[in-house]
Every structure is written in structure tokens, then in C-alpha cells.
């Protein structure tokens, strides 16, 4: 925002759920990150006729459980982070955090913390043309201001990039490891690198005497577990080539 926002960090307090239709406050100075990271959603939504979101519950292989989502572009980002090596944690919903900014009370329910290998990152989700909007530069200025006080990372992510979106939702498909051939998978697996510099389809054809659509699943979930990686700024092709993870 162009006019500086006051925030009175000490005023800042963190509530959580330990579990639904529980409650646990405290300062946010002394808040555990530990805590958060395994907290139930501060609040549940319903499915009702002419809702303008829509809601729902996605099955992270990053937490190994569903996370909830309140709009299509929070689960478009919610895909992202699922997908980004770096994040070991998704927790939806984790804190309401109360302080006073500008000489009032604020609150605010985050969308997302994240566990990363760099530390605990927040994240809310705006849509791009709300960026924008005086209410929404406050909400975030100050949101901002508590979490890196903290020693936190603080992110507001917008509508992702559609070609990079679809190629991440389509290897979303093949997250769940155990849904793969597991003989195809250790025989891949057993030589690492082994396909870097062939297409996919190169790949699939060179493992003889294993049926294609068991062949291209354990291809495909090794590039969402980034054992390989691909160009994902242009759609995924049998002609995309598979390259050493970055």
C-alpha cells in the first residue's frame, strides 16, 4: 500500500482448532508452529443451491490426507504447493489471527500454511483483479507485517499460469503411488536417470514385455514425485522429453 499500515504486534493473538470444535489461543509471538501444522480447519463449509464457490476436499499425497478448499482457484493452488518439492506439510485453514490495525480490531482466517524446507510459509489465495482493492491491499499489508514478524514467509498467489495449471492437474492423476504396477516401478526406479534425454514414448517402448498403459502411469507418477522432470510451459506430449530433476 502507498500509506504506511500500523500494526500493533504485540496485539497480535493466534487461535487454533487442536481438533474440530476445539479452540486454543495464544500470542502470536508464542504461538507453536508445530501446533498449527497439525490443526483442524478453523471452520467448515457447506454445499447449498446458488453458492457462488465451489467447495470441496482434495486428497493430498504431500499430507496423506484430504485438505479442503473453498473456491476452484484455492484448489488450482492448492495443486501448485502439492506439487512443489519443497513442501513437506499442507494445512488448510490453520489460524484465525486477531490484531489491531490502524487503531482497530482486526481478524482474519488464513487459507494455507505450508511446511517447507525453508520454514513455515502462509499463503492466501486472491484472485488477481481483487489485488487491487484498498480493503484487500490492508487485509494482506498487515497480514504480511504479523507473519514475518515471526520469522515466517508470507505469500498471496493468485490465477496460475493455464498451461502450466493443466500439465500439474494432469500428473496430479498419478500421485498415488500405490496405485502404480509396483514390479514397473522398482524396474525403473532400480536405475535412476535411465530415461533422461528420451521422450516419454522412447521410455515406454524401451521396457519390453510390459503393457504400455502400466508402462506411462509409473513414468508419469515419477515425474510428480520430480524423479524426472519435464518442460511444463507447454503441454505434456508422448513427444515431451524427460529430463534430471532441477
Same mark, same amino acid.
Given at each position: 500500500?502507498?500509506?504506511?499500515?500500523?500494526?500493533?504486534?504485540?496485539?497480535?493473538?493466534?487461535?487454533?482448532?487442536?481438533?474440530?470444535?476445539?479452540?486454543?489461543?495464544?500470542?502470536?509471538?508464542?504461538?507453536?508452529? #508445530?501446533?498449527?501444522?497439525?490443526?483442524?480447519?478453523?471452520?467448515?463449509?457447506? $454445499?447449498?443451491?446458488?453458492?457462488?464457490?465451489?467447495?470441496?476436499?482434495? $486428497?493430498?499425497?504431500?499430507?496423506?490426507?484430504?485438505?479442503?478448499?473453498?473456491?476452484?482457484?484455492?484448489?488450482?493452488?492448492?495443486? %501448485?504447493?502439492?506439487? #512443489?518439492?519443497? *513442501?513437506?506439510?499442507?494445512?488448510?485453514?490453520?489460524?484465525?489471527?486477531?490484531?489491531?490495525?490502524?487503531?482497530?480490531?482486526?481478524?482474519?482466517?488464513?487459507?494455507?500454511?505450508?511446511?517447507?524446507?525453508?520454514?513455515?510459509?502462509?499463503? #492466501?489465495?486472491?484472485?488477481?483483479?481483487?489485488?487491487?482493492?484498498?480493503?484487500?491491499?490492508?487485509?494482506? +499489508?498487515?497480514?504480511?507485517?504479523?507473519?514475518?514478524?515471526?520469522? $515466517?514467509?508470507?505469500?498471496?498467489?493468485?490465477?496460475?499460469?493455464?498451461?502450466?495449471?493443466?500439465?500439474?492437474?494432469?500428473?496430479?492423476?498419478?500421485?498415488?503411488?500405490?496405485?502404480?504396477?509396483? +514390479?514397473?516401478?522398482?524396474?525403473?526406479?532400480?536405475?535412476?536417470?535411465?530415461?533422461?534425454?528420451?521422450?516419454?514414448?522412447?521410455? +515406454?517402448?524401451?521396457?519390453?514385455?510390459?503393457?504400455?498403459?502400466? *508402462?506411462?502411469?509409473? %513414468?508419469?507418477?515419477? *515425474?510428480?514425485?520430480?524423479?524426472?522432470?519435464?518442460?511444463?510451459? +507447454?503441454? %505434456?506430449?508422448?513427444?515431451?522429453?524427460?529430463?534430471?530433476?532441477?
Amino acid at each position: 500500500m502507498s500509506v504506511p499500515v500500523r500494526v500493533d504486534l504485540e496485539s497480535a493473538v493466534v487461535s487454533y482448532r487442536p481438533a474440530a470444535g476445539e479452540e486454543r489461543s495464544s500470542s502470536a509471538g508464542m504461538v507453536s508452529i #508445530d501446533a498449527l501444522l497439525l490443526a483442524a480447519p478453523w471452520r467448515t463449509f457447506r $454445499w447449498y443451491f446458488g453458492q457462488r464457490h465451489y467447495s470441496g476436499t482434495y $486428497w493430498s499425497s504431500t499430507q496423506g490426507d484430504h485438505v479442503i478448499y473453498e473456491s476452484r482457484l484455492e484448489l488450482a493452488n492448492l495443486l %501448485l504447493a502439492e506439487f #512443489d518439492s519443497q *513442501v513437506r506439510q499442507i494445512v488448510a485453514q490453520p489460524f484465525i489471527v486477531c490484531a489491531e490495525v490502524q487503531g482497530q480490531a482486526r481478524k482474519h482466517i488464513v487459507d494455507y500454511l505450508c511446511g517447507t524446507g525453508d520454514g513455515p510459509v502462509v499463503v #492466501d489465495v486472491v484472485r488477481a483483479e481483487r489485488m487491487s482493492h484498498p480493503r484487500i491491499a490492508l487485509l494482506c +499489508e498487515w497480514t504480511r507485517q504479523i507473519v514475518e514478524s515471526l520469522g $515466517w514467509s508470507y505469500l498471496v498467489v493468485n490465477e496460475p499460469d493455464p498451461v502450466r495449471f493443466g500439465n500439474i492437474r494432469f500428473l496430479a492423476g498419478y500421485r498415488r503411488r500405490w496405485l502404480i504396477n509396483q +514390479e514397473i516401478l522398482a524396474d525403473i526406479c532400480s536405475q535412476p536417470g535411465r530415461f533422461v534425454g528420451m521422450s516419454i514414448a522412447e521410455a +515406454e517402448t524401451s521396457i519390453s514385455g510390459c503393457p504400455k498403459q502400466l *508402462v506411462r502411469p509409473a %513414468l508419469l507418477h515419477l *515425474v510428480w514425485s520430480h524423479e524426472y522432470s519435464v518442460a511444463l510451459d +507447454e503441454p %505434456l506430449r508422448p513427444s515431451t522429453v524427460l529430463e534430471m530433476p532441477k
